[in-house]
């Protein structure tokens, strides 16, 4: 059965970002009570018109229920899912069911963690499996490793290939103030960085940072009277495949292949349509395999692509143009700030804004390769 | 009656490396109670431990201590599993060695660990 969805229906009516980078004597809730207010805020919206609240705290399982607690809110839906850095394309999916279906007028999704500032505590909170544990692995980084080692075996995939992710990521984080990691970075210092898990560096590893993110959904008709321009939801699919890495039947293909493509059939469009990807690259490795998966280029070539220079300014595929969870910020979870950066772009109103932004997509991605979630956003154009 | 880990488990202890088959002939790892996608019954029998590492990663350690590894190993009967190879070094492991299984009685638990052997 193809999946039915309220194309256009919905829109990002209002997205805000709050404290990138680093914020002592901030907690996770309030970085990500302020990105909410202040999202809430740009929607020309006020905190009583919020009915749904969307959350995933690194550090709070009930964090549903903390949130509500701590805007005085009593919403009429809360979701509170674990499916990781996809967790927030998931909940825009749901966000714009319930919406349509008149279930709920106004969703604030929010997201925010001083991972940083709180030593990379957080960081320990998930561990692997039963099954993998006994061995060791570094969770989640070497699931990442085993995949890139693959590719690179079946592929010919190189690190010169890996650090080119790293170095366009930070190319685009050059030019955008907000961003936690900028300067100079050369092909030899990604090559020459000290070796993690083989064979992934820490070059090829996104930033530990701290950072909030927030975006408030309602339907599109009434986004077109509020003061900012409408984003309209086109598609949004998620797909589970497997948790542990060593139950991926090839682990150089990931459910971002089902995900994505049932989101561009949702939102009718194809990968040559959408003119600026951002894709949650927690490792370097992230990006060529999304771009494989997502249709931008064939299975395996993903490694060449980014390294012919296409994602990076100036290319064919604009990709994380605000620098990515490799140079721009990810204080555990990425997947907002992904969502909110194509939202930006289809406004006009990114950092490094490119041109003519009509279809703009955002990838997320949760567990070790394993939760894989796509959105596809519009302008009013594409209506 | 124990569920399918105990199960699984408690032949560990002995030596033994159990999985799975579901009636298509896949083979099922790890134990579990149907098989997967369906609500089949799953046959239990014993593996012949033989298979061949899938991919690998050695993990960094502030030295002196030495690098340790994982890896994915490719059981011959179709699973695949999460473990590490015995008496390889960064120069010998490689994607595609043929390994042979041995369970490791000395430690907390019974641990499955594979060792290489000749093509």
Request: charged share 20%.
């Amino acid at each position: 059965m193809a999946d039915t969805f309220p194309r256009g229906r919905t829109a990002i009516a209002g997205l805000a970002t709050f404290g990138i980078g680093e914020m002592p004597g901030w907690t996770s809730m309030e970085l990500t009570a302020q990105a909410a207010l202040l999202a809430v805020a740009d929607a020309g919206l006020t905190l009583p018109d919020v009915d749904a609240l969307f959350i995933c705290q690194p550090d709070d399982f009930f964090a549903g229920m903390s949130f509500a607690e701590h805007l005085g809110l009593q919403p009429r839906y809360t979701d509170n899912n674990r499916t990781g850095g996809s967790a927030f394309m998931s909940h825009m999916a749901v966000a714009a069911m319930l919406l349509d279906a008149g279930y709920i007028d106004c969703a604030l999704i929010a997201y925010g963690s001083n991972q940083r500032s709180n030593g990379g505590k957080l960081a320990t909170k998930i561990t692997s499996n039963q099954w993998d544990a006994p061995y060791a692995p570094l969770f989640p980084l070497t699931s990442y490793a085993l995949a890139t080692a693959r590719h690179m075996h079946e592929y010919g995939t190189t690190r010169e290939d890996l650090a080119a992710v790293a170095l366009a990521a930070r190319a685009w984080a050059n030019t955008n103030p907000d961003a936690f990691a900028r300067g100079p970075l050369t092909l030899e210092d990604c090559l020459s960085a000290r070796m993690i898990s083989t064979p992934i560096s820490v070059r090829d590893c996104c930033l530990v940072t701290d950072g909030a993110a927030a975006i408030v959904m309602t339907r599109t008709d009434r986004a077109r009277d509020l003061p900012k321009p409408p984003v309209p939801v086109l598609g949004a699919a998620a797909a589970t495949w497997w948790n542990s890495i060593a139950q991926a039947k090839d682990v150089t293909v990931t459910a971002a292949r089902e995900s994505s493509a049932r989101a561009m059939a949702m939102a009718g469009v194809s990968p040559s349509d959408i003119r600026t990807a951002q894709l949650y690259d927690a490792f370097t490795i992230n990006t060529i395999l999304f771009l494989e998966d997502l249709g931008f280029c064939p299975k395996g070539e993903g490694g060449r692509f980014v390294s012919s220079g296409a994602i990076a300014p100036g290319g064919t595929l604009p990709v994380n143009t605000n620098g990515g969870g490799l140079s721009y910020c990810h204080p555990g979870m990425y997947g907002l700030f992904a969502i909110v950066e194509a939202a930006r772009q289809i406004r006009g109103e990114a950092a490094n804004q490119i041109d003519a932004v009509d279809v703009a997509l955002a990838h997320g991605n949760g567990g070790t390769l394993s939760s894989q979630a796509t959105v596809i956003l519009g302008s009013v154009a594409t209506l | 009656m124990t569920g399918p880990e105990a199960h699984w488990r408690a032949a560990l202890a002995e030596g033994r490396l159990l999985l799975q088959r579901a009636p298509d002939g896949s083979v099922v790892f790890p134990p579990r109670l149907a098989a997967p996608g369906s609500s089949e019954a799953l046959e239990w029998f014993e593996a012949s431990g033989r298979g061949s590492v899938y991919t690998l990663s050695w993990i960094s350690r502030k030295p002196p201590a030495e690098p340790y590894h994982v890896a994915l190993i490719d059981l011959d009967e179709g699973a695949r599993l999460m473990s590490r190879v015995e008496d390889v070094t960064p120069e010998t492991l490689r994607i595609g060695m043929k390994v042979e299984a041995f369970v490791e009685q000395g430690g907390e638990a019974p641990l499955l660990l594979f060792r290489p052997v000749e093509d």
